[in-house]
């Protein structure tokens, strides 16, 4: 809980909810005729609108990316480390806008809300949404805000993949795209690791094929794991063993198989027990989906520069060096494409120790990168605040 | 700007695609983009440099040479390539140089020039290796490790089929004149070509 709100904080914020009556066609071809999104912003819209930044979520992220909801509140929001005054995504100069994706269950319509033509909650009838189907949804989330377009487009992981899609699919709304810690496509592994996942939901008993909603069940199990499963993925072997090492919880060992002995397995009980107790697993299901469909070269035969060409803005792609959930020569992949397609783009490899989670943490060189080109992004917009 | 860099902006026509190898803080490109409409990216390892170049808007990658080498470019994809002061430092320069060829149309390549009299007096009166303004490090910390002159230059691009456009020499303050270019090989601190095939 903060005693004070930091200087560099947005400070409290509240979320919004914007309703959508207008009938959206997803790209799996079933239709939302009515949906909504909830969002956050931060920072103040200038008066010709040209300093709005959309932040991008990652697969469990939401709407809430900085500040504080009170003064109760243990945590500031999940990108708080880059977004506020003074910070890369610096709120005196940038109208930051954060929301929660559709299909979420943080307060945008999921499978966990009610499907207004049952009157019962979608639960697994949720039709399954993909990042272009987010994207769309994002831009109707713009029109409604009445921004023209994006000085930036922000995201990492995931939501780099966002960033991406927006730059190909609406090139004159996104002036620059930062493309963070991402892919243009899951390799078999990314995709294997996320069907343990899947089937660690979908095998716990309490599942009920989705609708573990009309059973009053849960499958908090089966959500654990996956959970356990993502984490291992995300930290590197270093900032593990920097964290735990083969520390024990108790002096000795106690050669139960069943015992939580080593303090590494404590925490990945803690992380998954927490996530399973506020997260939606027909959302996690979802989610997962998204990121295995994801790959703008698909159309195109797999020639990822191509995909590219319509693509007007300036690129920043970072990567880290101990990410092997997305390692740098995924994000060198997507630089490569750019260079064919003759795009603007720059990319730094940031040596960090943190893994896939780096993008997430404020290291030194991490934010000079950031801060040096969201720099250049604010010297573009006519009339900086 | 760099005398050696200004003489090379000359040599860059208008609205050319440029690849500039080892760019620094991006003042080439930032002056080709601006003044003469041209299209690049710079590599760079150096991250001061990559936040230089990122804070001005200039297209920077972050690439080790010596590692990577430029094998994930595609052939002719630059109209231009420019390496300044950076050939001696790499671990295959004359492979750099065929790489540098294949993807650009006409390359840049500047380089100090081991064959100046300074340098040769001064292996020759003390017997060290020669430490000057244009060479400022002793023999063991040095990124220099394929140092060459501008006969030894000539002779590689002559064996590989290399045409030279244009080459000068300029003296430690970049400057040329009618004394270094009547005998480079000798009177030339830094070498400047433009070749191509």
Redesign the interface.
Known sequence: MPEVIPPDSVGIVTPQVAQFDIPLTLECGKQLNSFQLMYETYGELNADRSNAVLICHALSGHHHAAGYHSMEDSKPGWWDSCIGPGKPIDTNKFFVVSLNNLGGCAGSTGPASINPETGKAYGPDFPVVTVQDWVRSQAMLADRLNIPHWAAVIGGSLGGMQALQWSIEYPDRVHNAAVIASTPRLSAQNIAFNEVARKAITSDPNFHEGRYGEHTTYPDKGLMLARMVGHITYLSNASMGEKFGRDLRAQTLKFGLLDVQFEVESYLHYQGERFSKNFDANTYLLMTRALDYFDPARAHDGDLSKALEPAKCKYLVVSFTTDWRFPPDRSEELVNAMVEAKKSVSYAEVDSPHGHDAFLIPTQRYMDVFHGFMGRVAKEIPHAR | MRADLSIIKDWVQPGT?VLDLGCGDGTLLDYLQTHKQV?G?GLEIS?EN??????????????DLDSKGLS???DK?FDMVVMTQALQAVRQPDILLDEMLRLGKECIITFPNFGYWRLRYYLARKGQMPVSKTLPYTWYNTPNIHLCTFKDFEELCYQKNIHILHRTVVDDEHRTNWLNQLWPNLLGQIAIYHVTR
Not at chain 2, 51 to 56: A, H, P, S
């Open positions: 695609e299209r990216y991250s990559i936040t230089e170049c990122l804070r001005k808007g200039v297209n920077v990658i972050e690439q994930n470019f595609k994809s």
